[in-house]
């Protein structure tokens, strides 16, 4: 198993730096990954264009992640994962970067519609 953690952690070094889609620090980053990125990106748009301090990143690796992530998540003041699912993601950030991130799920069958990620964007700058 310790030879495997080894090989796990050192693909880590090979994994390209993280973009952030917007400025590097502000009030809110909106990660995700896999089929959420159009919606997740319109949503983001939304925000940015209306001044908010709103940025996002989408994850392509997620074993193992990123190894700039934790520095990415400490810049933010709050973190939302939206997932079309029961919350995996979410479990995951909460457990590795002990951040305080919040989960928006999904779990219908079908994709995110930007209005129901602008929301729960609205929501989270509002608390």
């Given at each position: 198993?310790?030879?495997?953690?080894?090989?796990?952690?050192?693909?880590?070094?090979?994994?390209?730096?993280?973009?952030?889609?917007?400025?590097?620090?502000?009030?809110?980053?909106?990660?995700?990954w896999g089929s959420t990125f159009g919606a997740i990106a319109a949503?983001?748009?939304?925000?940015?264009?209306?001044?908010?301090?709103?940025?996002?990143?989408?994850?392509?690796?997620?074993?193992?992640?990123?190894?700039?992530?934790?520095?990415?998540?400490?810049?933010?003041?709050?973190?939302?994962?939206?997932?079309?699912?029961?919350?995996?993601?979410?479990?995951?950030?909460?457990?590795?970067?002990?951040?305080?991130?919040?989960?928006?799920?999904?779990?219908?069958?079908?994709?995110?519609?930007?209005?129901?990620?602008?929301?729960?964007?609205?929501?989270?700058?509002?608390?």
């Amino acid at each position: 198993m310790r030879v495997r953690a080894r090989k796990v952690a050192g693909i880590a070094a090979e994994i390209p730096p993280t973009e952030v889609r917007g400025a590097p620090e502000g009030d809110l980053l909106v990660i995700g990954w896999g089929s959420t990125f159009g919606a997740i990106a319109a949503a983001v748009d939304g925000f940015q264009q209306q001044g908010k301090a709103v940025s996002q990143v989408h994850l392509r690796y997620l074993n193992p992640l990123p190894i700039d992530l934790g520095e990415i998540l400490k810049r933010f003041k709050r973190v939302l994962v939206p997932e079309l699912n029961l919350g995996q993601l979410v479990r995951v950030l909460r457990a590795e970067y002990l951040v305080d991130a919040a989960g928006l799920n999904k779990v219908q069958g079908l994709p995110f519609k930007v209005s129901e990620i602008t929301h729960g964007i609205a929501r989270t700058l509002e608390a």
